[in-house]
T-cell receptor
Framework: DGGITQSPKYLFRKEGQNVTLSCEQNLNHDAMYWYRQDPGQGLRLIYYSQIVNDFQKGDIAEGYSVSREKKESFPLTVTSAQKNPTAFYLC?????????????FGSGTRLTVV | KQEVTQIPAALSVPEGENLVLNCSFTDSAIYNLQWFRQDPGKGLTSLLL?????REQTSGRLNASLDKSSGRSTLYIAASQPGDSATYLC???????????FGKGTRLSVIA
């Protein structure tokens, strides 16, 4: 079955540590996205990528970094510069970056600072 | 910058009722609008995608309408069931076909 896999499901980060969230898709989609969700809030865009080796900042990119070396993979690194990283992180993909044929989401990673 | 508002924030109804969820957006120059469902602690599931050329889309007991000129969309759920309990989110592109901007959602509880 095609879909998006996010791992791990739960992640704990110590102060000053960088952590990387994995997002893999086998849908052959060109575009991939990272959103952050806080309790009672809508989703906010962190980064997105329309094609391999290219990505753009979203509304809240500070303290995060991404790479897109393969079409299937779009990992998100939460750096120590992100002062309030505790949140639910959602990865999504869509077939085409210029025409919305519908987004598909992964099941999310819950990150907690300990 | 696109802003999306969903009303009400929460809704509780008895089983069997028909209900309407509302979504409004500030920039009407959109190509499409997408409705999602989110269960607690889970990812988003796409329900309906309406292109700007369409006025409505139907899937089973769900019907979504789009009025671009007024910047509004509604999601109609017929004969609600306890399994419909979830948060419903609408999303539109920031401009044209750029990444989706989300509302905060409507948390629906259907009581048996």
């Amino acid at each position: 079955d095609g879909g998006i896999t996010q791992s791990p499901k739960y992640l704990f980060r110590k102060e000053g540590q960088n952590v990387t969230l994995s997002c893999e898709q086998n849908l052959n989609h060109d575009a991939m996205y990272w959103y952050r969700q806080d309790p009672g809030q809508g989703l906010r865009l962190i980064y997105y990528s329309q094609i391999v080796n290219d990505f753009q900042k979203g509304d809240i990119a500070e303290g995060y970094s991404v790479s897109r070396e393969k079409k299937e993979s779009f990992p998100l690194t939460v750096t120590s510069a992100q002062k309030n990283p505790t949140a639910f992180y959602l990865c999504a993909s869509s077939p085409d970056a210029t025409v919305n044929y519908g987004y598909t989401f992964g099941s999310g990673t819950r990150l907690t600072v300990v | 910058k696109q802003e999306v508002t969903q009303i009400p924030a929460a809704l509780s109804v008895p089983e069997g009722e028909n209900l309407v969820l509302n979504c409004s957006f500030t920039d009407s120059a959109i190509y499409n609008l997408q409705w999602f469902r989110q269960d607690p602690g889970k990812g988003l599931t796409s329900l309906l995608l309406i292109q700007s050329s369409q006025r409505e889309q139907t899937s089973g007991r769900l019907n979504a309408s789009l009025d671009k000129s007024s910047g509004r969309s509604t999601l109609y759920i017929a004969a609600s069931q306890p399994g419909d309990s979830a948060t419903y989110l609408c999303a539109v592109p920031n401009s044209g076909n750029t990444p989706l901007v989300f509302g905060k959602g409507t948390r629906l509880s259907v009581i048996a």
